[in-house]
């Protein structure tokens, strides 16, 4: 056979299906189990294809959309100084003007004062206004190359003569690096501006200046051009590193909120999963009180008739000595009124025997309807002062004539050898009792049962013994019935099992007889048997 593989109706299946055949409750477990799996597996594609795209800075269209929204809230404000700061550099340039373009200066005022430093300040506000956020990428890289534009202006229209004619290019650096970096422009917006001021200023340079027409301006070409693209590969490095950090950071931002958002949904799951599993074990409890109380009462139900019978006794007793004394308390006043003392003292002697039989037989009818409220009322499950001898002879009768009263041709023997030594012992009386005559009840079912169908020699036997040992006593219940097969030896114990036929039994009887020894009284409870021969039950109870 293959190895994972079962036999399922003929068919070769896997495990997992034959776990489903067999089992739906496994299956659905196997279920969960690979939609859980596959979840997880498809978790982790999905952050792997968004990292990829994260590296080619373009999310899909929902998610570049969150990610568009969550920049400009996380960037306003850097982007917000640093078009202040640029302004307010790009106008105390204005006073660097003075120096470097002292012949040009007018034109070049109304360039810097008229439209770089206006643009720049419109931006400024615009930022103030949540309803331009979705044009702010823009309108910061067209303010950054208005004003890369404005310095390429203003070196087109001075003279040679001017220090700004060769050295303004130095305000192009500043502008690109301001344009890759402070204005936090995203990628894409940032090499757009910075191209669009390269290209523009070698237009200038070349067709304007025409520093390409001497050995001494194509020196000073190259020298600008190194620094300008210089800036410009290193600015667009910096600029691609930040957004790619930017949105590698949103995206985990944003998958650990998301497993946050699973987790909670879960621990919402699984609180309402405890809240029905809570109401399953109030409800399965409420149903253990009610099997509990059931099999109480079916214990009671089991000895009735042994009752009616067991009061039915001494009440004969009292019924027939009230008469027979009523005859002699008759007979005593024709004594007396003849003045026979000696037959009047005779029979003063035989009523008052016959009062001390009655009161005999109406404490022993009083005590047996005790022993049954203590059997069917709730227990206080305080230990109390208890003869175990008593209490075992009193159910062991009961017991017996109960199955009597209910199968008049059921006879057996009961043999008590009872250590009378042992005397009171602290137990709960109530459980105590149950115990035994679940035990007693079982036995003399088991013997009937036996002998409905055994040989005429068979005799049915019942014994119970107790025995006082060093700190315990063991009490031994013995029948010489069906007895117990091996296979449900290991099983008798265990609540809701039971040998006996489907309506007889609800298989609580021993379960709880179990736990009230060893849970409890803290002792321990242990069956022998051998089928068709004998079962035997010992107690053992610490004193």
């Known amino acids: 056979m ?92 204005g006073y660097l003007d003075l120096y470097v373009a002292p012949i040009s200066l007018r034109n070049v005022w109304l360039i810097r004062f008229g439209i770089g430093c206006p643009v720049l300040l419109l931006v400024v506000l615009f930022t103030f206004v949540k309803r331009f956020a979705p044009y702010m990428q823009l309108m910061g890289a067209a303010a950054a190359t208005i004003g890369g534009l404005g310095v390429v202006a203003i070196i087109m229209i001075t003279r040679r003569e001017e220090l700004a004619y060769t050295h303004y290019y130095s305000g192009l650096l500043l502008v690109m690096l301001f344009t890759s970096s402070w204005l936090r422009l995203r990628f894409w917006y940032a090499l757009v501006t910075n191209t669009i001021i390269i290209i523009s200023y070698e237009l200038v340079a070349i067709y304007v200046q025409d520093l390409l027409a001497s050995p001494q301006g194509q020196i000073q070409f190259l020298s600008n051009n190194f620094l300008l693209l210089g800036t410009y590969v290193i600015g667009a490095f910096a600029n691609y590193s930040l957004e790619r950090h930017t949105r590698i950071d949103f995206l985990q931002k944003r998958t650990i909120e998301a497993e946050k958002n699973k987790v909670n949904a879960q621990r919402v799951a699984i609180e309402k999963q405890a809240h029905k599993l809570s109401n399953v074990v109030a ?56 003045g026979n003392t000696e037959e009047t003292i005779a029979l003063a002697k035989s009523i ?5 039989k ?77 115990v035994i005559l679940n035990l007693f009840t079982n036995a003399f079912y088991s013997v009937n049962q036996k002998q409905k169908h055994a040989d005429k020699g068979y005799e049915p036997t019942v014994s119970v013994k107790t025995e006082m040992k060093n700190d315990f006593i063991s009490i031994c219940v013995r029948d010489n019935g069906k007895g117990i097969s091996q296979k449900a030896m290991g099983k008798i114990f265990q609540p809701f099992f039971t040998t006996k036929p489907s309506g007889e039994g609800i298989g609580l009887g021993l379960s709880l007889s179990h736990d009230i020894i060893t849970k409890g009284h803290g002792g321990t409870m242990k069956v022998e048997s051998q089928e068709g021969e004998f079962a035997e039950f010992i107690i053992e109870l610490p004193v």
Do not use: C
């Not at 008052?352 to 001390?356: A, G, H, P, T």
């Open 352 to 356: 008052k025997e016959n009062l001390q």
């Open 283 to 338: 409800s399965l409890k409420e149903t253990q009180t009610r099997l509990v109380n059931s099999e109480k009462l079916a214990s009671l139900g089991e000895v009735t008739a042994g009752i009616a019978h067991e009061i039915k006794n001494p009440l004969n007793f009292v019924t027939n000595f009230s008469e027979v004394t009523l005859e002699l308390i008759n007979d005593f006043e024709a004594e007396a009124i003849a």
């Open 2 to 93: 293959n190895a994972g593989k079962k036999i399922l109706n003929g068919t070769m299946t896997s495990e997992t299906e034959y776990e489903k055949n067999v089992n739906p409750e496994a299956g659905e477990r196997v279920d969960e189990k690979n939609t859980a799996i596959h979840d997880e597996e498809q978790s982790s594609t999905d952050y792997m294809q968004l990292f990829t795209a994260a590296q080619w800075l373009r999310f899909p269209r929902k998610i570049e959309a969150e990610f568009i929204a969550g920049y400009y809230n996380s960037t306003i404000k850097t982007t917000r100084w640093a078009f202040t700061g640029g302004l307010l550099i790009y106008a105390l340039f």
């Open 358 to 434: 009655i009161a005999y037989h109406g404490n022993r009818a009083d005590s047996i309807v005790k022993s049954m409220l203590q059997h069917s009322r709730k227990g206080t499950g305080q230990k109390q002062p208890t003869d175990i001898n008593t209490l075992i002879d009193e159910y062991f009768r009961l017991s017996y004539q109960g199955l009597r009263a209910r199968d008049k041709n059921f006879n057996a023997k009961m043999h008590m050898k009872l250590d009378k030594s042992i005397g009171n012992i602290n137990i709960v009386s109530q459980d105590i009792g149950r």
